[in-house]
């Protein structure tokens, strides 16, 4: 079953037959940009295969990322869509990846019109609220090896898939940092075994091990 079919047993089949005339599939190179800062909100996208990271690029011309997609997540360009603006993020696939997407119109006719659809996007919409308000607060309230010990504790597997630059990003800090971090970590954890504490490690790997590069 395909994580698409796994998403949308969520629903009443009615519903998810609806979902299934809505969406499309598309495939997607790694580095491909499926939103640029600029474009207008007209696509909803659901991560069948592949990785996706969102970010914004700020006034010193710093990539800073926001979050990361990956399978069975939908991904777009969220606010911007609620405001009805241009998007002031960009997501970029980060491996080769397969997206189901509904053009805007037809997806919030959908949602609108079905509500087994309306109660599903309610509940996304709540975590993803809940997601954006942890993060926020992480971001001001923990220092930056709290914040990686936690990326990589919660997520090991997202992690596995991510070079340490990206990580870096998404933490809030440069590679160079993120590096004195790990270094850190890795004394203070001598010996452990787990993919963060990693003593031979490369900021352009995933996950900082050489023999990972891709």
Do not use: K
């Not at 990326?151 to 993120?178: C, D, K, M, N």
């Amino acid at each position: 079953m395909t994580e698409f079919e796994r998403f949308l047993r969520q629903l009443p089949d009615q519903d998810a037959e609806r979902g299934r005339q809505v969406f499309r599939r598309r495939r997607v190179d790694r580095g491909e940009l499926v939103v640029r800062v600029g474009d207008p909100p007209d696509r909803v996208a659901f991560v069948e295969q592949g990785l996706f990271r969102l970010y914004g690029t700020d006034d010193a011309g710093t990539e800073r990322t926001l979050a990361f997609r990956a399978e069975g997540e939908l991904v777009c360009a969220y606010s911007a869509a609620l405001r009805r603006e241009p998007s002031r993020i960009a997501i970029e696939a980060l491996e080769p990846s397969w997206l189901m997407v509904a053009q805007r119109p037809e997806y919030d006719a959908m949602v609108a019109a079905n509500p087994g659809w309306q109660q599903l996007v309610g509940r996304l919409t709540e975590a993803l609220y809940l997601a954006l308000e942890r993060r926020q607060s992480d971001l001001l309230l923990t220092d930056a090896a709290d914040r990686y010990t936690r990326f990589v504790t919660e997520h090991p597997a997202l992690a596995a898939r991510l070079t340490q630059r990206q990580i870096a990003s998404y933490v809030g800090v440069t590679p160079e940092a993120l590096s004195r971090i790990r270094r850190r970590l890795i004394s203070i954890n001598d010996g452990a075994t787990a993919p963060a504490y990693r003593a031979g490690h490369d900021d352009n790997a995933r996950n900082g091990d050489r023999g990972s590069r891709a």
